[in-house]
């Protein structure tokens, strides 16, 4: 166990749709990421939060949003749900700092079908 | 970009023999990398990390070689038990904030 959780679990979505994945991240880690992975791939980096702001982003476009709490938990937000956005959706912690380079613990994911 | 590969999808190995996992990146600036095993359903979990200081790095049955040289990462399982059959990936850390994952590479252990 990670201490890393996600909700849900599972998730099927209509195409143009929005939707909202939550992480809840190990007490005392500062730092969360979010990752796709589709199908036989890599996880793939969304973007990071540290201390509630955005600190880094892959290539992803800004439909793709998140936010983070004081409470260590954070939200990945999609807009404009498309076929292509169906993946195992990861949410990672770390403890370390920007520029602290630290192991990640990852979530179990959210399996998200766009139909 | 830069990116992180693998030279193997899939590698099968008879159970108890030790098995041996590649990884090649390609930013020679990196200097921090990790190896992730990910089973059915299962989000990736913790294997190793090891610096750039170092060439090697040895944990409970695993141990993990770098070679800066050429850009290369190993990952090495010894007495390779069923338990261990699922997805590795190698992670690289770019900047500050990201990882790069490679495609992974499934590891069959055969009985």
């Known amino acids: 166990e990670t201490g890393v959780t996600q909700s849900p679990t599972h998730l099927i979505k209509t195409r143009g749709q929005q939707v909202t994945l939550r992480c809840s991240s190990q007490?005392?880690?500062?730092?969360v990421s979010w990752y796709q992975q589709a199908l036989g791939q890599g996880p793939q980096f969304i973007f990071q939060y540290y201390r509630e702001e955005e600190n880094g982003r892959g290539n992803f476009p800004p439909r793709f949003s998140g936010l983070q709490f004081p409470n260590y938990s954070s939200e990945l937000n999609v807009n404009a749900l498309e076929l292509d956005d169906s993946a195992l959706y990861l949410c990672a912690s770390s403890p370390g700092g920007v520029g602290m380079n630290t192991e990640a613990f990852f979530g179990q994911g959210t399996r998200l079908t766009v139909v | 970009g830069e990116s992180v590969g693998l030279h193997l999808p899939t590698l099968s190995v008879q159970e108890g023999d030790n098995s041996i996992i590649n990884c090649a990146y390609s930013?020679?600036?990196?200097?921090?990398f990790i190896w992730y095993k990910q089973e059915s359903g299962k989000g990736p979990q913790f294997i190793i990390d090891i610096r750039s200081n170092m060439d090697k790095r040895q944990g409970q049955r695993v141990t993990v070689l770098l070679n800066k040289t050429v850009k290369h990462l190993s990952l090495q399982i010894a007495a390779t038990q069923p338990g261990d059959s699922a997805v590795y990936f190698c992670a690289e850390m770019q900047g500050t904030y990201k990882y790069i994952f490679g495609t992974g590479t499934r590891l069959k252990v055969l009985a």
């Open positions: 930013n020679s600036a990196s200097d921090y």
């Open positions: 007490s005392g880690h500062n730092t």
